[in-house]
């Protein structure tokens, strides 16, 4: 079998980083006979020096879009927007696209117009019926670090139109930014009249749950200062006036389908003066689909502005910090997890054509462009309708003079 070459592209994203190949997981893959090309990055938490050491092949930074037609590129996220055009290559990234996120139209049609396959990692099955985990602890420790910063910020600075809360570069490790967290918590709960935040955990049960209670319980918030809730409290639909009796509220569901949601500006406005919420640590980040469960936001937030604004009639500010890369924050460990678990799906690219797994994930991109061609034929028709009703009215008019 000929070799398999992968092709690592470099990636500077406001969201931040992860690398799904590590020099540790580069070195098993040449191990495995595949060839791999990485291209110089000042963005990943490895040396370019890292990879040739493990045996790759350095190559220029934005090289992918020539690189030959069998080469399979590999990425962390998002693909760029044009000029890079249409993609003819198959490509193995996140895409965050089938559940009609923003811009899933516009990415379809550029693999359309190339003819390129996308094989989406976060569609990536874990043999037991569920998602292949990746990071979900990481997004859960970082989202929740990033929460408690807020609110403690939002104590320190509670005046109409004070500045937002400084953004931060990725954290060594997750040690470093817990010793942060721990302190701004100190100064938090002294102006707080030494009480600390209250805090509800949407989403308990799950991998990424399981992450914010692992960091609440390292940095003093458990016991009665946090909710639990699961899908027996969520399952009657919201909004749910109880959330805005927590200081924060962590959002950590999965949810692929329309949803009434948990907390809306409506429900911000009947809870008045007496609001203690003042944080939303926004996990999920689907505010672009049918499943946002907190539409309280219009905008993703980054690492150079890890926070956003709610306008809100009365009592304390209300921010969300909602990243859609929230993991990027620890970007080794999250690139170290990322790289680790996609490893053994990795060893399989070289015939991926006959591996069961890889096939599920490029049906869901192919149902994806049905889906596609099928509203932009009713879209098509909608407009012949409506110019065809148009031409009729015109001639009435004509007709009438």
């Known amino acids: ?94 895409a965050h696209i089938f559940k009609r996120q923003k811009g899933w139209q516009d990415t379809l049609r550029r693999y359309r117009a190339g003819g390129g396959t996308l094989l989406a990692v976060d569609s990536l099955g874990d043999g037991k019926g569920g998602k292949l985990s990746r990071v979900e602890r990481e997004a859960g420790v970082a989202g929740t670090a990033v929460a408690l910063k807020a609110w403690c910020w939002g104590l320190l600075h509670p005046e109409a139109g004070a500045p937002g809360m400084p953004g931060s570069e990725p954290y060594r490790d997750s040690d470093v930014l817990y010793r942060e967290v721990l302190q701004a918590l100190e100064v938090g709960r002294e102006r707080n009249g030494g009480v600390g935040p209250r805090v509800l955990v949407v989403g308990a049960g799950g991998r990424c749950g399981r992450g914010v209670l692992e960091f609440l319980e390292r940095v003093g918030v458990k016991g009665g200062d946090v909710t639990r809730w699961g899908r027996k ?21 999965y949810n ?14 009947q809870a008045g003066k007496g609001r203690r919420l003042s944080v939303v640590g926004d ?83 192919k149902e994806a462009l049905g889906m596609l061609e099928r509203e932009e034929q009713e879209e098509r028709e909608r407009k012949r309708v409506v110019r065809g009703r148009n031409e009729r009215f015109g001639k009435l008019i004509r007709a009438s003079l």
């Open 283 to 365: 996990i999920t980040c689907d505010i672009h689909t049918p499943g946002n469960a907190v539409p309280i936001y219009g905008r993703e937030t980054t690492l150079g502005e890890p926070t956003v604004r709610v306008e809100v009639a009365e009592g304390r500010g209300l921010v969300v910090a909602g990243m859609i890369c929230f993991p990027a924050l620890l970007t080794r460990e999250a690139s170290d997890a990322t790289s680790e678990a996609l490893l053994p799906s990795l060893l399989k690219l070289g015939n991926w054509r006959r591996e069961r797994e890889w096939l599920d994930v490029e049906g869901l991109f």
């Open 256 to 269: 692929a389908k329309p949803i009434r949601p948990f907390v809306t500006r409506e429900s911000i406005r």
């Open 233 to 253: 409290e969520t399952e009657r639909g919201g909004p749910f006036e109880e959330i805005c009796e927590h200081d924060v509220m962590m959002n950590c569901i």
């Open 1 to 94: 079998m000929p070799t398999t070459t992968l092709h690592l592209r470099d990636e500077a994203l406001p969201i931040g980083y992860i690398a799904p190949i590590t020099p540790s997981t580069a070195a098993s893959l040449i191990a495995a006979s595949f060839a791999l090309h990485i291209e110089s990055s000042t963005h990943r938490p490895y040396p370019d020096a890292a990879y040739v050491a493990a045996g790759c092949t350095l190559v220029p930074a934005n090289s992918w879009p020539a690189a030959p037609p069998h080469h399979i590129i590999v990425s962390g996220k998002l693909l760029d927007e044009p000029p890079h055009g249409p993609l003819k290559h198959v490509h193995v990234h996140a």
